[in-house]
Each structure stands twice: as C-alpha cells, then as structure tokens.
C-alpha cells in the first residue's frame, strides 16, 4: 500500500530518533518516527553526560527527563587498586550543563518518544523499516508492521536513528568495520547492597582489572539501590571463565579487589547480557535523501559513555541542516553535518585509543595534575568533545593525548603545561 510522504520518515525511536523528530516537529515539519519495537523496552547505555543535559534542555525536553526522577549524575570516578581519580563535570572547561543522570533506557527512551509526541511528531510502535531505494528524487522507503501490513512512504528525507540496527547502513551496504578490535560486554542489573557512604552514587565507577589493563567494569547506580553493573573485555579474557553466567561473571567482578569488596551484599536482580563486537562504522554518514544518525552510523566504545551523547549530537545537527535545506537554502551535508560530527567522535576515538593503549591511564591516574588541564580532559569526559577552544578535542586531539601522557610518564608537571599546546 502506498502511503503519503510525511516530510522526515525517522527510522527508530531511541534517543537519536526522539530528538531530531521533537527538533523538526517544533520547526513545523510532519516528522513519521517508525520504531520497530514497543516501549518500555530494555535498552543498554544508562549514564548520560552532562553535554546530553544541554542538548536535552535545547531540545525542550529537560522539564520532562527532570521529572523523571532519575539518577542525578555529576561526574566519573576511575579506580584501579589503590589508584583513584575523581572528575566533577562541574570543573569543565566548555561552558553548558554540568550535570546528567543514569537513567534506566527502558523508562528515559519511554519518555523521550512521548516527548517527540508532545513536541508534534508522530511515533508508531511496532513497525519496521524493511527497505529503502533512494534512486529517484524523493526515497522510498518501505515499512512493515508485526501484523505483515506493507506500506511505501515518499518522505522527503529519511533520519536512520535505528541504532544497532543499522537499518540503512545495511540496506544501502555502507557498513565498514570499525578501526577498534573486537570487545564484549557482560552486564546486568543489580541489587547493590552498597553501604550508605561508601561510594557517591552520583557519578559512575570505571573500575580496572589491576591484572589486566584493558579490562574494566563499570557501575552506574539508579535511585532504588539498584545498580547497572558490566565487565568489559576481549573474547579471550571472557573465555578464561568457567561455570554458569552468573558464576563467570561474579568471578570477573572478583578479580577488581576493589569492586569484590563494594559489592559484597550484592545480587542479580536481572539476568547476565552479553553484547560482543559493538564497535561498528560507516563508509557515508549521508546520502541523497538521508542522513545516519546516533549508532545508525558509528559507535566506538562503552568506556567514556559517550553513546547517547554523540547520539543527540547527530540529532540536533541533522535536524539545523535539514531545517535549511528544506527552507531552500543551499547546504552542504558534508560540511555541516558529517564534518561537525566527526570533530567530536575523533576526540572520543583518541580518548578510547588511549584508555586501551594506557596512555589516557596515566594521564588520569597521574598523581600531581595540572589544574587547567585536568579540567580540560574533564570537559571531555563531560561530552563537551566537539569545542574547539580546547586543545584536546578533534583530530589534534591524538597528537596532544599522547605528548601529555608522556609528559605524565615522565613526571614532570612543568612540560604537561607545554603539552596543551598553549600557554
Ligand atoms: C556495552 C555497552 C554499554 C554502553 N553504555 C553506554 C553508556 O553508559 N552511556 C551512553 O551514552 N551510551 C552507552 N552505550 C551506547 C548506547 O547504547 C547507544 O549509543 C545509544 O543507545 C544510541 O542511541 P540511538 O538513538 O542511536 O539508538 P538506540 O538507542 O539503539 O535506538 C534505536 C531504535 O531503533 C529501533 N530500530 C532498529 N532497527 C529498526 C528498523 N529497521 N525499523 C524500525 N526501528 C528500528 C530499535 O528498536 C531502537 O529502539 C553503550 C553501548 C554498549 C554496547
């Protein structure tokens, strides 16, 4: 059956997908979000940074997520034996929003669509995107629901905010593999049992194996005792573990000193997940008549919690373009969207480089830190990747990371005010 075009046909109502469809309904646009699932649904991804608090504030939706009730959130704590460093977003460099939340994705995706509802935008459940040809002068895009009902819609653009469906990246074969090896993630919810005081619930713990560098948990508490609670690692370290999941991955949580004895009074409350070879990549972040948006079109690594982030991005710089073009006005998609977009996805790239090459250890760990510069990696790991004034954000990012982790190798803290580059 043949349906008439909606103006922008989202594919996927995650957070990607709720925030351009608010941005473009607000601007008066008819916005078709098509999301294959039905809401609430688990989704992984549950520490937001403060960066998405401004994005959500911009996109109107901040009242909303504030009564939500979820975590509030106002930094990251990374621990390894006795080593420990702590970064309050509130001592970022980039101005904007210094606080976020850990929120469960099921409730806090619930509420963004109703949001892009509230916003004027039309979310349909249970449908999903099947094919799309964008040979003509308008895509064609095809959608069927569970009941087997097919219908073809001629939007005038398409938004692929389908996530780990990489809907259009597979259907148009733009998937390219990802620069980063293969990792997995174990994790599950948790009754945490943490004594009062033990541990600031409101910023998440990156904990590392002492053992092995490059593996590392995290836990990220809710507001009912209840925690999210994951292992990362390569396949080959997972397959060291025997026994039942729970059993393999109560060992793991054994093996980080540190986080056995937080978590002794702890138990599962859900069972163990398993996400392995997350990291994927694109060849083209636009087309004729689309645009990939969120995990539709990269995602890198779980470490620094960058996905909702980088996810509302895509979303809000799509939505300015898509506003212009439709306006009349000439735009470029590569200069005004997939450029932009990628500055902040390098800074994040440079940052998980460093983190399993060690070098963003010893930057973070280093006992004698410079205080503009701790707050310019703070302003990172708040989200703030894609601000230009700061020296370590965008393709430079790398070349300086890595001067200042030899700096820190060193021990000297006069040359790691040199190594920003600036004075
Ligand atoms: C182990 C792990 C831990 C993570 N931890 C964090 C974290 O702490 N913080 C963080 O910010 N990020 C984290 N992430 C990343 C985060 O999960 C994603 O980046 C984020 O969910 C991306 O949002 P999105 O809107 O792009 O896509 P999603 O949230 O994935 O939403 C996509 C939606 O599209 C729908 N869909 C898919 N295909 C179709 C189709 N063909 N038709 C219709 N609908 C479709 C899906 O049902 C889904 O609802 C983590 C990722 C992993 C793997």
Redesign the pocket.
């Known amino acids: 059956m043949a349906g008439v075009g909606p103006d922008v046909l989202v594919?996927?109502?995650?957070?990607?997908?709720s925030v351009a469809a608010a941005l473009l309904a607000q601007r008066g646009y008819q916005v078709l979000v098509?999301?294959?699932?039905h809401f609430p649904?688990f989704?992984?991804?549950?520490?937001?940074?403060a960066y998405?608090t401004q994005l959500l504030l911009e996109a109107g939706m901040l009242d909303a997520v504030l009564a939500g009730g979820f975590q509030f959130k106002n930094g990251a704590t990374f621990v390894c034996d006795e080593l420990y460093s702590e970064f309050n977003f509130a001592n970022k460099v980039t101005a904007g929003c210094s606080f976020t939340f850990q929120v469960l994705?099921s409730e806090f995706?619930h509420l963004l669509a109703k949001e892009a509802e509230r916003h004027g935008a039309t979310v349909s459940y249970g449908?999903?995107?099947?094919a799309i040809d964008v040979r003509g002068a308008q895509p064609q895009v095809t959608t069927r629901t569970e009941a087997g009902d097919v219908t073809v819609y001629r939007p005038r653009f398409v938004l692929d905010?389908?996530?780990?469906?990489r809907?259009l990246a597979r259907l148009l074969e733009l998937e390219q593999p990802s620069s980063f090896p293969v990792r997995a993630?174990r994790?599950c919810h948790i009754k945490d049992g943490i004594v009062a005081g033990a541990f600031d619930r409101q910023k998440?713990r990156i904990g590392i194996n002492p053992t092995n560098r490059d593996v590392w948990s995290?836990l990220?508490p809710f507001p009912n005792g209840h925690s999210s609670l994951?292992i990362?690692a390569s396949r080959d370290h997972l397959a060291r573990y025997a026994g039942t999941d729970e059993q393999q991955f109560w060992a793991m949580v054994g093996d980080e000193p540190k986080l056995r004895i937080l978590l002794e009074a702890a138990h599962t409350v859900r069972p163990i997940g398993e996400?392995v070879g997350?990291a994927a990549s694109v060849k083209a972040l636009h087309g004729p008549g689309f645009a990939l948006?969120?995990?539709?079109a990269e995602?890198l690594d779980?470490v620094f919690?960058?996905?909702?982030?980088?996810?509302l991005h895509s979303a809000k710089l799509a939505a300015q373009v898509l506003d212009r073009q439709f306006r009349g006005e000439a735009v470029s998609w590569q200069q005004e969207f997939t450029d932009p977009l990628m500055f902040g996805i390098e800074t994040f790239r440079t940052f998980v480089s460093g983190w399993y090459d060690g070098s963003l250890q010893d930057v973070i760990f280093y006992p004698d830190k410079n205080p503009s510069i701790h707050r310019m990696i703070c302003s990172v790991l708040a989200g703030y990747a894609w601000d230009p004034a700061n020296p370590y954000t965008g393709p430079s990012s790398a070349r300086r990371l890595r001067a200042l982790a030899a700096v820190c190798r060193a021990g000297g803290l006069a040359g790691a005010e040199a190594a920003t580059g600036r004075p």
Not at 305 to 311: D, E, L, N, P
């Open positions: 594919v996927g109502a995650g957070p990607a997908g098509q999301e294959r699932q649904r989704s992984i991804g549950e520490s937001l940074l998405s994705r995706d449908v999903e995107i099947t905010a389908s996530g780990f469906g809907t993630a994790f998440i995290w990220i994951g990362v996400i997350y948006l969120g995990n539709a995602f779980p919690s960058s996905g909702v982030t980088i996810a």
